[in-house]
């Protein structure tokens, strides 16, 4: 790969934060890894899997729309 490579991370692990990110961005740092906080759940991820999985465009309108909806829900 030719520059950063973007990594998003999910799942119980990562709620211990930087007990296991630190260590994760030290040991790959050297491959140019840049860890993102993710934007939505597993499960909003795999919907945009299926989405991208039957030929659709997938805009930064759906993920935001993703996003406020899931923002409105739990408010």
């Known amino acids: 790969f030719n520059g950063d ?3 998003s991370y999910s799942g119980g ?3 211990s934060g930087d007990l296991i990110l630190s260590p994760l961005k030290k040991y790959l740092n050297e ?3 840049n860890f993102i906080k ?3 759940g597993p ?3 795999s919907c945009l899997l299926a989405y991208k ?5 997938i805009s ?4 935001n729309n993703m996003v406020k909806n899931l923002e409105y ?3």
């Open 5 to 7: 490579i973007l990594v």
């Open 13 to 15: 692990v990562f709620k």
């Open 31 to 33: 491959y140019n890894v």
């Open 38 to 40: 993710p934007m939505l």
């Open 43 to 45: 499960d909003m991820g």
């Open 53 to 57: 999985l039957s030929n659709e465009n």
């Open 60 to 63: 930064e309108d759906i993920i």
């Open 73 to 75: 829900k739990f408010v």
